[in-house]
């Protein structure tokens, strides 16, 4: 028999709402009447997005402006289905069509608003912006969004549209409809805002980082707990990510990606990011858990851990499952060596590749790592492109700079007897600071070892 209950996201929803039968997620108990342990206190209380956001339009987005040389930056707003970018600069209430705006002078940074009235009054009660224009419902937006282009006079126009699907917000209609409402004379001066967008949002703010730092701790130390709690050749991978899916309502917390493939946990063969399944550890496996948590709504986390199951009687992994993971962690501490402001993320691939070939690791085909903040993948340099045999790229859009969140793997793959492959990925999270970069928790250094009855 399991020595979890065989239960997941589809067959849990009425036993969530019982801290009681909660427990039995856990593996703890055998009936819902046993006493429960303390709960663990979520440490994300309250909503500190209202502020941090602030902070960032005042205070970063006026240097990405003037980074990628935009003297404005246009974000049209919707209902339903809104641009990804419309809580970074809050519209995400939108109900008419409305515009924000933001311009770069001589003063400094001024933002405004054109909303449909209704809604501009509690944009304007926010206290967010500059100026609220309110403008008569059904009328359009195009007339008012060309005025403060005359206005203000930029000369480069950034809008939503590019290959990322972050910055890709301006919908095919709206776009469309800007070109006809708004004059050839400003729209020759409008370009993709996407580098705007990445710059701007890969940066976090100290107290963003210390949120994601935060969540990390946690994220690591569930999974640690996941494993403490399997048996080898009894639990199921299924059973691994139920305790980590009644972890996250005990606490109240979200995924931090696509809920079929959070928790992904696999002790087979590489299926990439998947769904959990009823497959049995057993010995000799590896176990892979990649897990996310999203907190406040907002910041999320990725991290994996790896186990090993170990032999009826055993009490260590034999030599060369050992030598697989040391040889995983060494890919993971150089790339974390080669992490700092000014290297580009090709150069951070490159190290770990290095170091993988001269431990004998077949290629992969992952890059080493992404930025990791409002999403898993998230707005920034990519820690790729750095294929031995190839010129690195010379790419600025993949420098890191202070402040950049990542989430990067070690690796370490070979081919099993089948012709399948298994990969060690030791995923942990940094932060670049002014002098390289530092662990948001420590990081795993010892492979977990699992017992097996």
């Known amino acids: 028999m399991s020595s979890f209950p065989l239960l997941n996201k589809h067959t849990t929803s009425a036993l969530l709402g019982s801290k009681v039968c909660a427990a039995l997620f856990l593996g703890l108990f055998s009936g819902c009447l046993a006493p429960l342990p303390p709960a663990e206190t979520s440490p994300f209380v309250g909503d500190p997005w209202p502020d941090i956001r602030a902070e960032r339009i005042s205070e970063l987005l006026p240097i990405a402006m003037q980074d990628n040389e935009l003297d404005a930056w246009l974000v049209v707003c919707r209902e339903n289905n809104n641009d990804p970018i419309a809580d970074h600069v809050g519209c995400e209430n ?258 770990q590749r290095l170091v993988m070939e001269a431990n004998g690791s077949i290629p992969v085909m992952w890059g080493t790592g992404h930025p990791v903040g409002y999403w898993a993948h998230d707005s920034g340099p990519g820690l790729s492109g750095g294929r031995l045999g190839q010129d690195l790229p010379v790419n600025p859009a993949q420098i890191l700079r202070p402040g950049m969140t990542f989430a990067f793997d070690g690796f370490h793959s070979w081919v099993l007897s089948d012709s399948t492959t298994k990969t060690l990925s030791v995923e942990e999270m940094a932060v670049i600071t002014e002098s390289g970069a530092e662990w948001l928790t420590p990081p795993q250094e010892d492979l977990i070892l699992i017992r097996s009855n």
Not at 102 to 125: K, M, Q
Not at 145 to 163: D, L, M, Y
Not at 243 to 253: I, S, Y
Not at 283 to 305: A, M, P
């Open 94 to 351: 939108a109900g008419g069509t409305a515009a924000f705006m933001f311009f770069r002078t001589l003063d400094g940074l001024h933002s405004l608003a054109i909303s449909p009235s209704g809604e501009a009054t509690s944009l304007a009660e926010k206290n967010m912006l500059d100026e609220v224009l309110e403008i008569e419902r059904g009328l359009g937006i195009w007339g008012t969004v060309e005025s403060q282009f005359e206005r203000f006079q930029p000369a480069k126009i950034g809008i939503n549209t590019g290959n990322s699907p972050i910055a890709d917000g301006l919908s095919h209609t709206q776009y469309a409809s800007m070109m006809a409402g708004v004059s050839k004379k400003w729209t020759d001066k409008m370009v993709s805002a996407e580098p705007l967008i990445r710059s701007w949002l890969s940066i976090k703010l100290p107290q963003e980082v210390e949120i994601m730092r935060k969540a990390a701790e946690i994220t690591a130390r569930w999974e640690v707990e996941a494993y403490e709690a399997a048996v080898g050749n009894v639990t199921t991978d299924l059973d691994i990510a139920a305790f980590l899916e009644a972890k996250m309502a005990e606490m109240g917390v979200d995924d931090g990606w696509a809920p079929e493939q959070n928790p992904a946990v696999n002790s087979g063969k590489d299926r990439g990011h998947s769904h959990p399944t009823n497959r049995t550890i057993e010995s000799g496996d590896f176990i892979q858990i990649d897990f996310g948590i999203r907190v406040h709504d907002r910041w999320v986390t990725d991290i994996q851990r790896f186990a090993y199951v170990l032999a009826p009687g055993e009490t260590a992994a034999p030599p060369d499952a050992i030598a697989k993971w040391e040889a995983a962690r060494a890919g993971s501490r150089a790339a974390f060596g080669a992490m700092k402001p000014g290297a580009t993320g090709a150069e951070v691939d490159r190290a």
